[in-house]
């Protein structure tokens, strides 16, 4: 039987010819090698120690060589430090080409007269949550002129945002644009409203609009930003909004899809599908 022995790369041994002495695993030499001439002992085949992160299938009972050194640290923190450089400059980019659009899309609206807020004058949002705040400061954004009105419970929400520009419970960090007003009078907000953005729960909704009915247009559009069933009845919104009305013939859109409130907070790109009714598709595009 062939007698196993570990050869150092000092020793000068002949390579099969049809072996690749480079290894492709990032290791160094790591062939069977034995002595090729007939005038040799027996064949002695030849170990070479593989130098790899892999666990070796030998048994070995020599200690295992040292691993090389880490990188400095310098260099280490200083890839590092350029991984949230690399993060905002995609950000950034993402959001230029983003506004880009947003502009093109906006000029060719208003040279084809379809742009919706040039002729809307108020705006009412029901409910001070994460989503209705985003919307509100979106939509209020898009046009300076444009009276945004947002139905609040809390009183401390409300003064915050008429006084400080920030709503303190949810995104206190993001300023709101002036031309956006909280109230708690529901009749108030509603009258001489041209749309409604709908942010209140899907749970509290119908108690919610059963309330504000008297105050509501019936010809007032409805949009839907509240995503779900109502637990109890498992009715959507399409459904809730007409029946707490008490108006079959309210305009109502449903807004869905994977958006977030943050994302639309920050003015990120954002995706959202729309349920309408024939006859309200022009509203989508506002």
């Not at 062939?31 to 040799?40: A, P």
């Not at 983003?98 to 807020?117: G, H, I, P, Q």
């Not at 915050?160 to 007003?181: M, R, W």
């Amino acid at each position: 039987m062939a007698k196993l022995i570990e050869a150092s790369l000092l020793v000068n041994p002949v390579f099969h010819s049809d072996s690749n002495p480079y290894s492709d695993n990032n290791m160094k030499l790591s062939r069977f090698i034995s002595f090729n001439s007939k005038k040799q002992p027996p064949p002695t085949l030849l170990l070479l120690r593989l130098h790899s992160s892999t666990t070796s299938c030998f048994a070995d009972s020599t200690p295992p060589s040292p691993s090389p050194p880490p990188h400095p640290p310098g260099d280490l923190d200083l890839v590092l430090d350029s991984a949230p450089d690399r993060s905002r400059d995609r950000r950034r980019a993402v959001r230029l080409a983003w506004e880009k659009l947003v502009r093109w899309s906006k000029f060719w609206r208003s040279k084809a007269k379809t742009d919706v807020l040039e002729r809307t004058k108020k705006i009412v949002v029901l409910g001070g949550g994460s989503f209705g705040t985003a919307m509100a400061a979106h939509v209020a954004d898009r046009k300076a002129q444009l009276e945004v009105n947002m139905l609040v419970r809390d009183p401390q929400i409300c003064h915050s945002i008429n006084e400080n520009h920030y709503n303190c419970k949810y995104f206190p960090e993001h300023k709101l644009p002036g031309n956006v007003i909280a109230t708690t009078d529901a009749k108030s907000a509603l009258l001489g409203a041209d749309y409604c953005f709908h942010a209140v729960p899907v749970q509290f909704s119908s108690s919610f609009l059963e309330g504000i009915a008297d105050y509501v247009d019936p010809s007032l559009p409805f949009i839907s930003l509240s995503k779900g069933l109502e637990l109890n009845t498992l009715r959507m919104m399409s459904q809730i909004i007409p029946r707490a009305l008490k108006n079959p013939r309210q305009p109502f859109i449903s807004l869905s899809g994977p958006s977030f409130a943050l994302e639309l907070m920050n003015k990120l790109p954002t995706g959202d599908i729309e349920h309408v009714k024939e006859g309200m598709k022009d509203i989508v595009r506002c």
